[in-house]
């Protein structure tokens, strides 16, 4: 038989289209051809190979996308987003005020670095400012505490997005 | 895990659990069929995005008695095509300008065999690449090729052998 016809035979059998006897014929052929013998060879780890190929992911977010096009699913994330940041913030006004730690450490803490110290002294004076409409409410409140909370929410909120950030597996 | 026909039923009644179901089931292989066709992942989540919600939109068109999985991907395939010719890329024929694909072979750093098959097929006409997707990843018959791709089945055949002997010389120069 010629290698041309085997070729088709081959491929046949790949196709899981041969009959007993084309089987029969293929497989005496290659055991005495062993170029033919290569052939299907490698051809069979082509199709080992492509049935091996991994499955990619669009991201994250791409199922509520759908059903929200849809008309099906609320957007969630801003609720989310906000129930996170609130919480963040009255967590940390309750540790700062319940805090074992003193108002030195804190002080000194926020002033370590010269810009931080720069900004915070902006936002102190806009505080004390607003803070002579609360002092007949609030005697034994410490303007710093807003301005310590503010810092951990932001800081928790920017690992909060980090976990919401779009994972993608096998991106481009 | 569900059974599809009950997922199709929740999605036809409203249910978003249903919907979902259908996704996970499916939104891995609609966008790797599409990833590995268009070469661009924001472009290949782009054309799977549409081919759901077109599929969701036309649901209660779909005919029970067929393959959904079929209908899902014809759908896709309708819409890649639409965006290759958009982008005035060939899909019979492989345009060897276009960018990309190089993240796709990265991703298998690990497995050089299986990177060097990525690699290759890539190498292949987008309609090829068709082929061989369904064929291997999907395990489509012919016929189902034949009804998603909507050419005539011994055409098929005659790419899909073409493309194993073409994807069996290119991992042999790599290797």
Known sequence: MRHKEIEILIQKSLDHETNGEEERTLQLH???????????????????????LIEFY???????RVLRKLGLARSLVWAKAAVVLAGAWFGSVLFLLFSPLTE?????????????????????????TFNHVLIPFAKNFNYAFPIIALVFTVLLLYLFSKTMKKEVVCRA | MENEADLISGALAGEE????????????????FVYRIVRNYDDAEDITF??????????????????????????????TVD?????????????????????????????????????????????DREIVIFFYREEKSYKEIGEILNIPVTTIKTRLHRARKKLRDLVREKG
Not at chain 2, 89 to 96: H, T
Request: with cysteine; net charge positive; charged share 25%.
């Open chain 1, 30 to 52: 290659l055991s005495r051809c062993p170029a033919c013998r290569q052939l299907y060879r490698e051809l069979m780890q082509t199709e080992q190979a492509l049935t091996g």
């Open chain 1, 58 to 64: 669009p991201r994250q977010d791409f199922d509520d």
């Open chain 1, 104 to 128: 030195e450490f804190f002080g000194r803490v926020l002033t370590s670095v010269p810009a931080l110290a720069r900004s915070i002294g902006k936002i102190q004076f806009a505080i004390s």
């Open chain 2, 17 to 32: 659990e249903a919907y979902r179901g259908l996704l996970n089931l499916y939104k891995g292989r609609v966008f790797s």
């Open chain 2, 50 to 79: 549409g081919t759901f919600v077109r599929c969701f939109k036309a649901l209660s068109s779909f005919d029970p008695t067929k393959s959904f999985s079929t209908w899902l991907f014809s759908i896709a395939h309708n819409l």
């Open chain 2, 83 to 127: 965006f290759l010719r958009k982008k005035k890329q060939e899909y019979e024929l492989l345009d060897e300008r276009l960018p990309g694909g190089d993240d796709l072979v990265q991703e298998y750093e690990k497995n050089e065999q299986l990177g060097r098959i990525e690699g290759a097929l890539l190498k292949l006409a987008p309609i």
